[in-house]
């Protein structure tokens, strides 16, 4: 595991905890990034005091650009369960949307396919003007892997989970906004103010009364643990096959994983490769 730490933890006060992810010039998410999420989630879920947890990103382009395409396969398979048994990507996603602290996302710039997933585990979505969500795995055929279906088709409806899922594009916040993806989108520079007001007030209320409204809120509209292991199960089984390795070639020539060319409108150059 590497030793630079991806999630920049500052406390606010005893309830309140802003987190900073940082992993190179497009905030990928790796193998590392798997396992140091885990320990942050273990110190969210045993911190009496916590109430409120804001994500952020310092960089302006991209909050999670997306999976790492070059991660280790051997190490992600060789990954021991995490504690609801499940793999620990999933395991993560999972705890993440059951902690007993209020989670949000502050989204300034682009967040796709394990970035997107990962917002939509937070309870919370704010978005900058900026900000451009989307899973794409579809167009370098794959099934995304961290149930964004499950997540989507009880947030935004079946039909708008399914152009997001199937159409594999980008979503500029304020459609985003419109479709119920994010919350909301938030003026130019206005983000960080917002959030932190935002946050600073649930803080100031009773941990209580606000992990038990949250607790309510989620058995309205429960998501099963089995789907987040059949999400990943699929994803496992359809990434990477010989038949689709020229879409992600084209896209990796065309600058992915840089934070110019490809990154920059994905949903365009997904549409490219067919």
Do not use: C
Not at 21 to 43: K, M, S, Y
Not at 146 to 158: C, K, W
């Amino acid at each position: 595991m590497s030793n630079e730490t991806q999630f920049r933890t500052d406390v606010v006060s005893p309830s309140y905890w802003k987190v900073t992810f940082t992993n190179g010039p497009v905030n990928l998410i790796d193998v590392d990034t798997i396992e140091q999420l885990a320990e942050l989630l273990t110190r969210i879920e045993q911190d009496p005091d916590l109430t409120v947890v804001v994500f952020r990103s310092e960089n302006p382009d991209f909050f999670m650009a997306h999976w790492d395409f070059l991660a280790d396969t051997a190490r992600v398979a060789a990954m021991k369960p995490g504690p609801s048994g499940l793999h620990p990507y999933a395991d993560n996603l999972l705890r993440l949307g059951q902690v007993p602290a209020v989670t949000i996302s502050a989204i300034d710039g682009r967040v796709r396919g394990a970035g997107s997933e990962f917002v939509l585990s937070t309870d919370i979505r704010f978005a900058g003007p900026n900000a451009v969500l989307g899973q794409f795995e579809v167009g370098v055929g794959a099934v995304p892997g961290g149930n964004p279906m499950g997540r989507l088709a009880r947030l935004v409806g079946r039909g708008r989970a399914m152009e997001i899922l199937l159409g594999g594009d980008d979503f500029p916040a304020q459609l985003a906004a419109e479709y119920g993806y994010v919350n909301r989108v938030l003026p130019e520079g206005e983000l960080d103010d917002f959030v932190d007001t935002f946050a600073r007030r649930i803080a100031g209320f009773d941990k209580v009364a606000v992990t038990g409204t949250k607790h309510l809120t989620d058995s309205a509209a429960p998501i099963p643990t089995e789907e987040f292991g059949t999400a990943l199960t699929t994803y496992f089984a359809t990434a990477g096959r010989p038949e689709n390795a020229h879409r992600a070639q084209r896209l990796f020539e065309r600058g992915l994983q840089q934070p110019n060319g490809a990154e920059l409108d994905l949903g365009r150059q997904i549409a490219d490769l067919g």
